[in-house]
């Protein structure tokens, strides 16, 4: 996802634009009211942003107590109701189905996100080059977010700022405002409340405001336990499923240092003595095992990228890599390869002659992993090869289409 700066060049204002407001509730009842009006109040200074209409749409998600009769004393509201809960996100996602305007936003029942800040984040998405403007509450002080949340909000913008290589100052923000076109390229989001760190990971183009953030109204249905591990198992699977090559290189490459870093006093033992000291053999295998789970995964992470360009959402033109550095890398696997067959064809020579080896049995454990490298690298490259292959095909076909 893109952070854009709020200075980018402003675009034209559209003559016209509906707003639909989406508003997801579960036994609300007791602040449902307050919220609908607060909503309703900002009608006139959404129009100074160029929003024309307002739609506000409650997706009641089978609330047990008053919920849907109290949406329904509110003239110009539309209500929606499941016949069971299905979570925050399914509640959005009914909603966003049933809106028919050319900006979505969202916020919260329970009154803790200000309905005041809509014309903000509204003129931010309609003057900018933006696809969605998240409400952040991390940016402003005016914030009573309890301790335990703020801290784990921290944590979880900051893991995502680094799976996703940029700044992340509120990944859980439940107050939001997007274009209806991006939706294709959100989808699909889960149903629960992880709906928004999950969001937070497309690669959209992205502005955050400053909002205020107060008490609710009622008891919060977040579970800071049971939703942290829903929020980190949706942030990391994303993150994989949209930078594979960013997770998995980082991974690979922080094992290869840790086994550079492992290595050194056996291998220069080794070289001054021709031996191995006992109390290092266990060590060098610990290197040997940690290399080739650190090329595996830096393999693995390049693979995964270039079977995910494969899709038709997720196709680049540019390469993967560098064609050059492609090249490097092919390079150096068949160096790999050829070292390690190096260091173990004489203990094979000598076991076709005598059936015995006495060589010193370091050179066959790091000649078979530097053979499992290259051999990986190999692979890798001819998979890359051919996915770039595919990738231009359909532009391809499409030239000498115009061309006949």
Request: aromatic content about 6%.
């Amino acid at each position: 996802m893109t952070t854009s700066k709020l200075t980018t060049t402003a675009h034209r204002r559209p003559a016209s634009c509906r707003l639909s407001v989406v508003i997801p509730a579960y036994n609300e009842e007791r602040g449902i009211d307050t919220i609908l009006d607060r909503v309703a109040a900002q009608r006139d200074r959404l129009r100074t942003t160029g929003v024309t209409d307002l739609q506000v749409i409650v997706v009641d998600d089978g609330s047990q107590d008053g919920t849907a009769e109290r949406v329904a004393t509110h003239a110009g509201v539309r209500l929606v109701r499941h016949s069971v809960n299905r979570g925050y996100g399914a509640a959005l996602k009914t909603g966003f189905a049933d809106a028919a305007a050319d900006l979505l936003a969202f916020l919260d029942a329970d009154g803790t996100y200000p309905p005041e800040s809509l014309p903000d984040l509204c003129r931010e998405v309609l003057r900018h080059d933006v696809d969605l403007v998240v409400g952040s509450r991390m940016l402003n002080a005016d914030s009573h977010m309890p301790l335990v949340r703020r801290i784990g909000n921290v944590f979880f913008a900051s893991l995502l700022s680094l799976v996703a290589g940029r700044r992340v100052s509120d990944s859980t923000s439940g107050m939001r405002v997007l274009k209806q076109s991006s939706l294709p390229a959100l989808y699909p989001l889960p149903d629960g409340l992880d709906f928004t760190p999950v969001m937070s990971a497309r690669g959209l183009r992205v502005a955050e405001l400053p909002i205020p953030y107060g008490e609710r109204v009622g008891r919060s249905k977040l579970g800071v336990l049971k939703d942290g591990v829903r929020f980190l198992r949706s942030i990391m699977w994303t993150a994989t499923l949209y930078n594979p090559l960013g997770i998995f290189g980082a991974l690979g490459l922080a094992l290869l240092f840790l086994a550079c870093v492992w290595g050194v006093r056996p291998v220069l033992y080794y070289v001054q003595h021709g031996s191995v000291p006992e109390d290092s053999i266990y060590r060098l295998l610990a290197v040997l095992i940690v290399s080739a789970a650190g090329i595996n995964m830096v393999v693995f992470g390049l693979m995964s990228a270039a079977i995910l360009n494969l899709l038709p959402s997720r196709r680049v033109l540019r390469p993967l890599l560098p064609k050059r550095l492609q090249q490097a890398l092919a390079w150096a696997g068949l160096g790999l390869f050829l070292t390690g067959m190096a260091l173990v064809a004489p203990s094979g020579a000598e076991w076709l002659e005598t059936s015995r080896i006495t060589r010193h049995w370091p050179h066959i454990a790091a000649g078979g992993t530097l053979i499992l490298a290259g051999l990986q690298l190999g692979a890798w490259f001819a998979l890359l090869t051919m996915a770039e292959d595919l990738a231009s095909d359909p532009d391809r076909a499409r030239n000498d289409s115009r061309l006949e």
